[in-house]
């Protein structure tokens, strides 16, 4: 199971909205409702920002939303702040024997 | 509070071993499978291991299948990684994960293993 592909970095300035994509195939991200997304400020634990495609967990700022269309996850960051800089992993359940497969990992910067 | 404390990482030389721990607190362990997930220094993460709530179903990554094993303890609230025959593409910080249906919703902080002599 390959590392589903995001783009290595987007940056946007405070207050604009950013999306960072997640291409999977339609064996995990297609296939499952089960897409996921994770903060990663290196050197702490990764934080779940979004579940099952496009839920927030409470206590995750409704700045932060999920979507999904065919094989493709998407999470949108929208009023970028500061403290949204960091890094972004998507994952999706596959139902096989490795049960989750990762993104490559996006690194959001704040201009 | 959900917490997973990882320990046990540090500097072995290749062909070596350590076993990784990860204590649970402020759920109920017993009822969740969990995982082992790594991050080589400078790359993604991937998926090593799971093991079901009581034991009894066990999956690993074909990068580990045979040389580490995953374990773990209820009584004690603590998941483990055994890791064998150690070599340099080992070297990551290993995360302890939470599953919670089809999705982990937790993760430790992590800690780093070194395969270097």
């Known amino acids: 199971q390959s590392a589903l592909p995001q783009p290595a970095s987007v940056s946007g300035s405070p207050g604009q909205s950013i999306t960072i994509s997640c291409t999977g195939t339609?064996?995990?991200?297609?296939?499952?409702?089960?897409v996921s997304w994770y903060q990663h400020h290196p050197g702490k634990a990764p934080q779940v920002m979004i579940y099952?495609?496009?839920n927030r967990p409470s206590g995750v700022s409704n700045r932060f939303s999920g979507s999904k269309s065919g094989n493709t996850a998407s999470l949108t960051i929208s009023g970028l702040q500061a403290e949204d800089e960091a890094d972004y992993y998507c994952s999706s359940y596959t139902g096989g024997n490795t049960p989750f497969v990762f993104g490559t990992g996006t690194k959001v910067t704040v201009l | 509070e959900v917490q997973l404390v990882e320990s046990g990482g540090g500097l072995v030389q290749p062909g070596g071993s350590l076993r990784l721990s990860c204590a649970a607190s402020g759920f109920t362990f017993s009822s969740h499978l969990m995982h082992w997930v790594r991050q080589a220094p400078g790359k993604g993460l991937v998926w090593v291991s799971r093991?079901?709530?009581?034991?009894?179903?066990?999956n690993y990554a074909d990068s580990v299948q045979g040389r580490f094993t995953i374990s773990r303890d209820n009584a004690k609230n603590t998941l483990y990684l055994q890791m064998n025959s150690l070599g340099a593409e080992d070297t990551a910080v290993y995360y302890c994960v939470r599953d919670n249906g089809y999705k982990i919703d937790y993760w430790g902080q992590g800690t780093l293993v070194t395969v270097s002599s």
């Open positions: 093991i079901n709530s009581d034991g009894s179903t066990i």
């Open positions: 099952e495609v496009s």
């Open positions: 339609s064996s995990d991200v297609g296939g499952y409702n089960y």
